[in-house]
């Protein structure tokens, strides 16, 4: 997965070296400029001197703790985006980390499609607001209001078009039915889980057939993950 | 308790053993002393009123040619000797020791001068006599004696009075020591009661403020263990800590290497030994994360557990997030039947648990088969069951595979052999059971954990 974006500066603050030549290589592969640093006290160097897009933090430096220097980075009002990398798995542990201003969490070890999913995750959440929402064969042009699939427009109700933006939004996540009806609350009445279910059919009328498949969790909602099959 | 293989030393019984021990042994003195100090009274009181007959014998005494005669008819004599509970016998001799008058068998008084008198006690028919005797100015002897029945009696009376009380003093005392006791080793029963409704997790110290000076001691040497055990406990939460980040960094430098390589062209040789490691790789991450889950929900305090109440729906809600694309990956419908419960609890060590359920159940569902999470009220407590079509778990191995490591004989499935050890451990925690089903339509299984089965038993019993 390519993303066609200007080339962001990232730095992976990481002291194992298997680990951080894996990440570094992930990284220039999807066309990021990459700087690492193996030490807290390099890395502190670096943040000091170049304004990065997307900090990669391994909690558990050899000389300095990861939290502090995320403190440090939010103190000086930096805009990056922080990815914590950690060993430990403690609900506290990634509660604090959050408050101090991580966007998100990962526990090793991980895959090299989840770490690629978070970093674009990042990278769109620093990026400027888009007019284009893409995933598989889906685009929708948010100015335009217009939605292709697999390059042929659609036609879509209001309704219609509020969830296929937030099934967009939030590919990948599973949504409830209770979470679908909040968002269509904003703009509309309340909708029942039946009336829910009607609308996805219409819009399952509309988009299948191209190939975009948005699939049913049964009991609990539905998932958008960009998937064709 | 039962089980002892002596009879337990109780300090209550020593105590009260020891007291009545010693209380015989003063209540017996005080018998023997009060029996001697009776006696003597009885003597004092009596000796005047047999002196008497033995005056007034002395004074019918005549001598008739410089021998004694006794000036007293028959009668009088009678009269004289009459009492109303003893018998009393008399005896007179002249100067050279012939008995002139009343009974010949009673022995004579030795060691009297002219015009004395003295009691004496004297062994007369096989009776116990006490016995007045007088020496007068003619050297003759008038004895009288008598029977000790009302001397007895009064002893006996002098006796009882005396003794009863003191026995009751003595019986009293024994009940409060008894009860005293009781009493004093309630602080004792109250540190019991504290630690036996404790679980093995609580290592706080044992209040010491109302402790009494004798128990304190043992409170304070009680709490300093508390404190080392919570020491060591804190050691092994770092250590583990650490282990984690030395374990799992490596492993994710590893797992990174082979999935980048497994991206590029590989010979096809090459390529399956590549995925083969790959496997090997997630498995051995896999186990680090059971063993640190078994490991943390052992050792966490319940001072460290974040106790509150949790919604087992936003649990269950949660672990969707991350478990529809796990079963989507693996061609599984992961589905989701869920009521709002809530249950007293750490939220990690929950959402631990459910991950567990519904890990183990991906693991061993195959592709096109279904996994589903539930929650909700049952008999009016809060459960969450996972329900699989995969192939079940015989109901002889259905209490084995709680046991760690144990893996289902025949399953070819790559799990640890942890999961459910996992779930049952925090199923203790929080006073839930565990229990294996069979689903309604026969295929499959259905593992339940039930909230507050535990505590609604224990209530029943």
Known sequence: MNTDRLPMRIIVIEDDPLLAEGLVNVLNRAGHAVDHAATGARAEAALKSTEYDVVVLDLGLPDRDGLELLRELRARRSHASVLVLTARDAVEDRV?????????YMTKPFSVAEFEARIRALLRRSAVPE??????????????????????????????????????????????????????????????????????????????????????????????????? | MTSAPRARQSIRRRLVLFLVTMLLLLVGAAAVITYFVAVRAANDAYDRSLLDPALDLQQNLRMVDGAPHLDLPPKAQEALMYDQAD?????????????????????????????????????????????????????????????????????????????????????????????????????????????????????????????????????????????????????????????????????????????????????????????????????????????????????????????????????????????????????????????????????????????????????????GGAVTVQCGMRQSMPFVAVEDTGPGIPASERDRVFERFHRVAGTTSEGTGLGLAIVREIADRHGARVGIESPRNGQGTCVVVLFGAIAEAKHAG
């Not at chain 1, 604090?96 to 998100?104: F, Q, S, Y």
């Not at chain 2, 082979?258 to 590029?264: D, F, S, W």
């Not at chain 2, 640190?292 to 729906?313: F, G, H, M, N």
């Not at chain 2, 990956?329 to 589905?335: E, P, T």
Request: hydrophobic share 45%; charged share 25%.
């Open chain 1, 96 to 104: 604090r980390g959050l408050d101090l201003g991580a966007n998100d």
């Open chain 1, 131 to 229: 007019a284009q929402l893409e995933s598989g064969t889906l685009a929708m042009d948010l100015s335009a209001k217009r939605a292709r699939v697999g390059g042929r427009p659609i036609e879509l109700t209001s309704r219609e078009w509020s969830m296929l933006e937030l099934f967009l939004t939030r590919a990948g996540h599973v949504l409830s039915k209770d979470r679908i009806s909040e968002h269509l609350l904003a703009c509309d009445e309340h909708l029942s889980a039946n009336a829910i279910e009607v609308h996805i059919s219409r819009l399952r009328a509309k988009i299948e057939p191209e190939g975009a498949r948005l699939r049913t969790v049964r009991g609990f909602g539905y998932l958008w993950d960009g998937a064709n099959d």
């Open chain 2, 87 to 367: 018998e009393v016998v008399f005896q007179i001799r002249a100067p050279d020791g012939t008995v002139i008058a009343g009974v010949s068998d009673l022995p004579a008084a030795a060691e009297l001068t002219h015009g004395q008198h003295r009691f004496y006690d004297v062994d007369y028919r096989e009776q116990n006599l006490r016995v007045a005797a007088l020496l007068n100015a003619q050297n003759v002897l008038v004895q009288v004696g008598e029977t000790r029945h009302k001397r007895n009696r009064l002893v006996g009376e002098i006796l009882v009075a005396e003794l009863v009380p003191t026995l009751l003093v003595a019986f009293v005392s024994i009940a409060l020591a008894w009860a005293g006791i009781a009493h004093g080793l309630a602080p004792l029963a109250r540190v019991r009661t504290e630690l036996l409704g404790r679980s093995p997790h609580d290592l706080r110290p044992i209040p010491n403020d109302a402790a009494p000076v004798e128990i304190a001691p043992v409170v304070d040497a009680f709490n300093r263990l508390l404190s080392r055990l919570s020491e060591a406990n804190a050691l092994q939460q770092r250590f583990l800590a650490n282990a984690a980040h030395q374990l799992r960094t490596p492993l994710a430098g590893l797992q990174m290497h082979l999935e980048l390589q497994l991206r590029r062209e590989q010979a096809p040789e090459v390529r399956a030994e590549l995925e083969r490691l790959h496997k090997a790789t997630l498995r051995t991450g896999h186990m680090t994360k059971q063993l640190l889950a078994l490991a943390k929900a052992e050792s966490t305090s319940d001072a460290e557990a974040a106790v509150q109440p949790v919604d087992l729906y936003q649990c269950a809600e949660a672990a969707a997030q991350h478990w529809v694309p796990v079963a989507i990956a693996r061609r599984i419908d992961l589905g989701f039947a869920l009521e709002h419960a809530t249950v007293q609890g750490d939220p990690s060590l929950l959402t631990e648990l459910l991950d567990n359920l519904i890990d183990n159940a991906l693991r061993y569902t195959p592709e």
